[in-house]
Each structure stands twice: as structure tokens, then as C-alpha cells.
């Protein structure tokens, strides 16, 4: 009987220098995910790095007699490893019981360039045997086939280390650090390993230290064509970079170069503020957030705090940054308007929120989609809609924007400090000053919310819209006694509970008279 364990590496696992005899530590970095693994039978228990105890009960494949097991194992894991085509994989193994059987039974090993839990090459040693000491060879559809074997070097004991190097499609087995043999693996090269033992019986084996090791090749040349190697998951700076920018190597030899957090620029904020990274990669003291809305027919507030009053009936520019858009649909009705529905704009997509959802990705067509909604790109930012009238934007897994929209009703938005002094459009210039929120599209002055409007409509977006009309004050057109009872209704934003509230219930109480 064979029996497999699969324990796949996260990328949380453990990281060090390598510890493999015969392997030297100077060129691959290991990652380690579990102390160790004892085997009886089908049957595995399993010691994690975080002293976490699974037990397992493993699965015959098939009528085969090998068994197929690992907590670790499953589609949503397969990515985990990355295509690193060199590597290392070693294990400590150790024949703890044989059983009742004779010696020829306990084959301990480890399989390795594992297309999937049928097909893998695997080498293996049986340390109680005096000849016939290694052997390899490889499970193709679930079906062990045997390549090549021979008498180790060295007599073995209970317990040894055993490691397998995959280089360059090639492949070499070590014995205690000893090299017994080269071959050329069955598989092409894939970093996906497991423990294994073949015709266990009811033998016991204990697995300690299995580990994956990966060459050490992030390798960049500053301007003076000096070489520099980094070891994975550590960061460094390149000739030419700010203090605010940094580069890491990650796993399998990959350089990832972009800001460094504001921590590590040793930026810290007092008075309420938060450090935000920006699009130049340096650090700064900004408010943590901010909120524009408008509402009713609709009365506007901008990121600083400036109520004004807008009547147009097309399609605006409500936010702008470096990032996203954030467009306003209204509609005109008679005097006044109100909010129809909202449009985001983000990395090419197009998100409308008119009660439902209409997705209109890069250069393809709306459609509606079914909510919760998540579209991520491949910089590894998303948007997120819970729902046909709330939806997201998330850059580097941090919200950045937040925008409610209910149909027929009002728009709210949210943004992140990161956009302090980086904003347009009709929700103003956040910079915690009202009086320069009127601007136009070109970042002049404007004496109205009307001018502003204008400029900011979005252009061939609606047919025949029509310049918004000169604010009016609707009870200025009904009888004294509509008035009357307008005043007396709102009222009620003066009297309790508001009025035992620490705010300024003024702005309330107008919304409210139209």
C-alpha cells in the first residue's frame, strides 16, 4: 500500500535559510508550514507550525493500493506555489514501527512535481534494506510506475534526511547529503510536493521539517552596473529612487518595486490625522476621510463643508481624482431636479447604479449583473457593489471610495485622506477651504454653482440638455398657507431630539422647506 500526504505551502508559511544537507544555504530560502506529520495506515495526523493538531483520514483512490490525504490539499490551495521550475524539497523521515510485517515493507519518500493527486514523479528510500536502497518513479493516472533504484551510498537507519533538486527540467536525490543519483523527472518541473509512503501496511512513519527551498534570484544592477541579489520577501532601494519608494523580492524571483508604507518612512500624525502614501509615493498628514453629498431637488454639501443648491437636469461630474470618476444622472422637474442615478468610472470599467447594477468593462457592453458584485483588475484592486445602490473601490485591499446611491433619491460619497488636495468637480477642492470650491473644469475661480455645473457637464452624454436654470426658492411660488405648513412640519429638525444634538441643525431645516 502507498499512502500520500499533501501539505501545499501558503504563503504565510515560515521562511528560512536553507538547512538541507548537500544543499548549499547560500542560494535558496525554504518555507516551512508544518513541524511534523505521523502516518498509520490511511490515516495522518499532523502537527502545524501554530501547534495546531489535524487529524486526517485519508481516501483510497480508486481500487489502487495507495491512499491520498492532506488537510492543505484542494483547487482553492493549487495557486499557492507559484511556477518556480527550480527548487528544493527535503523532508526528515524517520520509520517509527514496522508493523507485524517484514522488512520489505515501508517505503518512505516524496512525491513531487505534482500535476494533481494522480500524477507526480516520487522518490523513495527503504532504510531497513541492506540493497535496493533508493528508487524512483512516478504515478501516472493513478498507476505507480518504477524507473531506477540502487544501493545507497551510506547504510541508513531509521531516520535520514532525504531531498530531491529539480534545475533545469533535471533532477538529482540526496541521501543524508549525499547525491545518489541524477535522472530526468516523468513530469515537467512544478513546485507542488508531498510526503509519501509506499506498502505501509500498518508500519508507522514520522515526517519532520518538510520544506520547500527556493533559488534566490531577484537580481537587480544599480547605476554604477553593480549586481545586487535580494533574498525573498526581503525590500531594497534601486539607484534612482525617492526615499519614499522601495523594491521587494517575492516569491519565486519576482521584483515588485513601489511605495514604501508610511511606517517605514517614520511618518507618524498628531491632531486627529492620519499618515496617507500618495501617488508619489511619499507619506502625509491628511484628514482620515471625507463625505460630498447631494439631495432632495438636490441640495449639495462638498468635501469642506459648502452647501449650494444646483437645479441642472444632465449628467455631471460629481468627483474626479487620479483614481476614479464619479458621475451624477439628474433629472429636471419643473423648477427643481433630483438624482436619477450614478455612474463610477474605475481602471477602464464603467459601474451604473440605477437601482440595479450595469457592468460595461474596457471596451465591452453593458449588461446588468446580479448583486453582491466584485470586479478585480489586474493590479489587484476591485470594486465591490453589495447591492444595486452601494458600491466600493478598493486600491492595495484599502477602501478608497464608497458610494451610495439609491434610485430616484440622493447620492452620498466617502473617500479615503489619501485624496486630500487631489480632487474635482462638483463636489469642490477637498482642502478644508470653502471659499475656493467653485471651480471650473480648468481650476478657475467661478462665482456660481450654475458656471461650475456647466463646466462640468459631461459633454455627448445627453441630447439636448439644456444650461441649468437660476436658483429658485420654491415657497416663493405657493400660497401662505403651503408655506406655513412647510415651516411648521420642518420645524421639527429644531425641536427634540435634534435639538439636544451638539450640531448645526440650520442646513437640515432648509433641505427641508424644498
Not at 108 to 124: C, P, Q, R, T, V
Not at 335 to 352: A, P
Request: hydrophobic share 30%; glycine share 8%; aromatic share 10%.
Amino acid at each position: 500500500m502507498m499512502f500520500l500526504t499533501l501539505f501545499l505551502l501558503a504563503t504565510g508559511a515560515s521562511v528560512a535559510q536553507a538547512v538541507i544537507p548537500g544543499i548549499s544555504g547560500d542560494t535558496y530560502s525554504c518555507f516551512t508550514n508544518f513541524q511534523s506529520v505521523e502516518t498509520e495506515g490511511c490515516k495522518a495526523r499532523t502537527e502545524e507550525d501554530d501547534g495546531t493538531i489535524v487529524q486526517t483520514t485519508l481516501q483510497e483512490v480508486e481500487s489502487m493500493d495507495f491512499c491520498v490525504s492532506g488537510p492543505r490539499y484542494g483547487q482553492t490551495k493549487q495557486g499557492s506555489f507559484g511556477k518556480a521550475k527550480n527548487y528544493v524539497v527535503a523532508a526528515d523521515l524517520k520509520m517509527t514501527d514496522l508493523g507485524k510485517y517484514s522488512t520489505s515493507y515501508g517505503f518512505l519518500g516524496i512525491a513531487f512535481n505534482m500535476m494533481d493527486s494522480k500524477n507526480y514523479d516520487i522518490a523513495y528510500v527503504r532504510p531497513h534494506a541492506k540493497d535496493h536502497c533508493w528508487e524512483l518513479g512516478y504515478v501516472e493516472n493513478g498507476l505507480l510506475f518504477g524507473r531506477d533504484f540502487g544501493t545507497c551510498s551510506k547504510k541508513i537507519q531509521s531516520q535520514f534526511n532525504l531531498a530531491v533538486k529539480v534545475e533545469n527540467g533535471q533532477g538529482a536525490v540526496y541521501v543524508n547529503g549525499q547525491k545518489e543519483a541524477d535522472f530526468t523527472p516523468f513530469f515537467p518541473p512544478l513546485n507542488k510536493v508531498a510526503t509519501a509512503m509506499r506498502n505501509n501496511m500498518k508500519a508507522k512513519m514520522e515526517t519532520r521539517n518538510l520544506q520547500i527551498c527556493q533559488e534566490i534570484n531577484c537580481v537587480s544592477r544599480s547605476e554604477s552596473g553593480k549586481t545586487m541579489v535580494t533574498k525573498p520577501l526581503q525590500s531594497y532601494q534601486d539607484a534612482g529612487m525617492s526615499k519614499c519608494e522601495a523594491c521587494t523580492c517575492q516569491l519565486y524571483g519576482m521584483i515588485r518595486c513601489g511605495c514604501r508604507s508610511a511606517e517605514e518612512q517614520g511618518i507618524s500624525c498628531t491632531g486627529g490625522k492620519v499618515a496617507a502614501v500618495g501617488h508619489d509615493c511619499c507619506a502625509r498628514c491628511v484628514p482620515p476621510s471625507a463625505t460630498c453629498y447631494g439631495s432632495g431637488d438636490p441640495h449639495y454639501r462638498s468635501w469642506d463643508g459648502r452647501y449650494f443648491d444646483f437645479q441642472g437636469g444632465c449628467t455631471y461630474c460629481l468627483a474626479k481624482t487620479l483614481d476614479f470618476e464619479v458621475r451624477q444622472k439628474n433629472k429636471a422637474s419643473g423648477s427643481v431636479s433630483y438624482n436619477e442615478y450614478c455612474i463610477i468610472l474605475f481602471d477602464g470599467d464603467q459601474i451604473k447604479m440605477k437601482r440595479n447594477i450595469f457592468h460595461k468593462p474596457a471596451g465591452g457592453s453593458e449588461q446588468q449583473v446580479a448583486t453582491p458584485f466584485k470586479k478585480h483588475f489586474n493590479t489587484g484592486d476591485y470594486i465591490s457593489c453589495v447591492n444595486g445602490q452601494e458600491c466600493s473601490i478598493y486600491i492595495k485591499n484599502q477602501q478608497m471610495l464608497k458610494v451610495s446611491c439609491p434610485y430616484l433619491r440622493s447620492v452620498n460619497l466617502w473617500i479615503h485622506g489619501t485624496y486630500y488636495e487631489r480632487t474635482e468637480c462638483m463636489c469642490g477642492t477637498w482642502d478644508g477651504d470653502t471659499s475656493n470650491d467653485f471651480k471650473d473644469r480648468d481650476g478657475n475661480a467661478v462665482s456660481s454653482p450654475n458656471e461650475m455645473g456647466k463646466s462640468f457637464q459631461v459633454s455627448n452624454n445627453d441630447d439636448g440638455c439644456p444650461d441649468p436654470p437660476e436658483p429658485v426658492d420654491p415657497c416663493d411660488e405657493v400660497s401662505r398657507a403651503v408655506k406655513n405648513w412647510a415651516v411648521q412640519y420642518c420645524s421639527r429638525y429644531k425641536q427634540e431630539p435634534f435639538k439636544s444634538c451638539p450640531v448645526d441643525v440650520t442646513q437640515s431645516f432648509k433641505n427641508c422647506l424644498f
